[in-house]
């Protein structure tokens, strides 16, 4: 059965069927787009104390409902300096040490950083050796996404790619997954180095978003974008730990990158855990004198 779900995600016309539940998602149908919303609410067993807004007319579609703010306090940042927290509500994929160009994506599944970012193999060599961690939204989850850690912007890439879907089967099924979905690549400077925080798209993912640019995808094309921003000055954009970067329009995973002895992960971080936006998963490297 399992082979069969893999094989059926190569035969699909991925981004016909991605645009039409994307044009569907953004439809104002009013009575029954809150229908809608409560069965996604049933289904996926959504904690509605957490949401800002609780009256579903609130939500005009069914994207802006994927996209609901949170109460203020429902996720306190973890404060110091020194302290790396999770990015979004997810649970870990994969985390550890990126090893000879390579990032784990499940056992017996490698794929390079030089990939993910989209064949910038200077970029690349700027994490040889550093930290990665795979964060896994769940259609439940909350889909916004905010920052780990300060950082200032200095670098966007769009990167188109495949559309097939995220989650544990096709992670040990599918090679180089999140180095063939679409995703765009945000790097930061940060007091831990460059960080760069990749926002990976999937089968049925109405659309990716950030604060400063807008709806990035769609549209969708074959060509690979980039942008740079100035470290300083009325154009720069200096974002603080916790606040919110971009979201997905229904869940999929973000990735986060560390330079080499920068960074050492919590000692509560396993797989297959799941954990709150805004809680401490990594701090800074204390060096051996």
């Given at each position: 059965?399992?082979?069969?779900?893999?094989?059926?995600?190569?035969?699909?016309?991925?981004?016909?069927?991605?645009?039409?539940?994307?044009?569907?998602?953004?439809?104002?149908?009013?009575?029954?787009?809150?229908?809608?919303?409560?069965?996604?609410?049933?289904?996926?067993?959504?904690?509605?104390?957490?949401?800002?807004?609780?009256?579903?007319?609130?939500?005009?579609?069914?994207?802006?409902?994927?996209?609901?703010?949170?109460?203020?306090?429902?996720?306190?940042?973890?404060?110091?300096?020194?302290?790396?927290?999770?990015?979004?509500?997810?649970?870990?994929?994969?985390?550890?040490?990126?090893?000879?160009?390579?990032?784990?994506?499940?056992?017996?599944?490698?794929?390079?950083?030089?990939?993910?970012?989209?064949?910038?193999?200077?970029?690349?060599?700027?994490?040889a050796e550093g930290n990665f961690a795979t964060l896994y939204l769940?259609?439940?989850?909350?889909?916004?996404?905010?920052?780990?850690?300060?950082?200032?912007?200095?670098?966007?890439?769009?990167?188109?790619?495949d559309l097939f879907q995220v989650n544990v089967l096709t992670s040990?099924?599918?090679?180089?997954?999140?180095?063939?979905?679409?995703?765009?690549?945000?790097?930061?400077?940060?007091?831990?180095?460059?960080?760069?925080?990749?926002?990976?798209?999937?089968?049925?993912?109405?659309?990716?978003?950030?604060?400063?640019?807008?709806?990035?995808?769609?549209?969708?094309?074959?060509?690979?974008?980039?942008?740079?921003?100035?470290?300083?000055?009325?154009?720069?954009?200096?974002?603080?730990?916790?606040?919110?970067?971009?979201?997905?329009?229904?869940?999929?995973?973000?990735?986060?990158?560390?330079?080499?002895?920068q960074i050492e992960f919590d000692e509560t971080v396993q797989n297959?855990?799941?954990?709150?936006?805004?809680?401490?998963?990594?701090?800074?490297?204390?060096?051996?004198?």
């Amino acid at each position: 059965m399992n082979n069969i779900r893999i094989r059926f995600q190569y035969w699909i016309p991925q981004f016909s069927l991605t645009h039409l539940i994307g044009k569907l998602a953004s439809v104002k149908a009013r009575r029954l787009t809150t229908i809608m919303i409560r069965l996604f609410i049933k289904y996926y067993k959504i904690n509605m104390d957490e949401v800002l807004h609780t009256d579903l007319k609130y939500f005009k579609t069914l994207n802006d409902f994927f996209a609901r703010e949170l109460r203020e306090g429902v996720r306190p940042i973890t404060e110091g300096e020194s302290v790396i927290t999770y990015p979004v509500d997810a649970c870990i994929n994969q985390f550890g040490l990126v090893d000879n160009g390579k990032i784990i994506q499940a056992k017996g599944h490698n794929f390079s950083t030089t990939e993910l970012l989209g064949g910038d193999a200077k970029l690349a060599e700027e994490f040889a050796e550093g930290n990665f961690a795979t964060l896994y939204l769940s259609p439940r989850d909350y889909h916004r996404v905010h920052m780990p850690c300060d950082g200032v912007l200095r670098k966007m890439i769009y990167i188109p790619g495949d559309l097939f879907q995220v989650n544990v089967l096709t992670s040990e099924n599918v090679p180089n997954l999140f180095a063939r979905n679409e995703r765009v690549v945000c790097i930061f400077d940060t007091k831990f180095g460059r960080m760069a925080q990749i926002l990976i798209g999937a089968m049925i993912v109405g659309s990716i978003e950030l604060v400063w640019a807008g709806i990035i995808t769609p549209p969708r094309g074959n060509t690979i974008y980039h942008w740079n921003y100035p470290e300083r000055g009325n154009k720069a954009i200096a974002l603080k730990k916790g606040k919110e970067m971009g979201c997905f329009r229904i869940g999929s995973t973000v990735i986060n990158l560390f330079v080499k002895n920068q960074i050492e992960f919590d000692e509560t971080v396993q797989n297959n855990t799941h954990n709150a936006m805004g809680t401490s998963y990594a701090r800074r490297k204390v060096q051996k004198q």
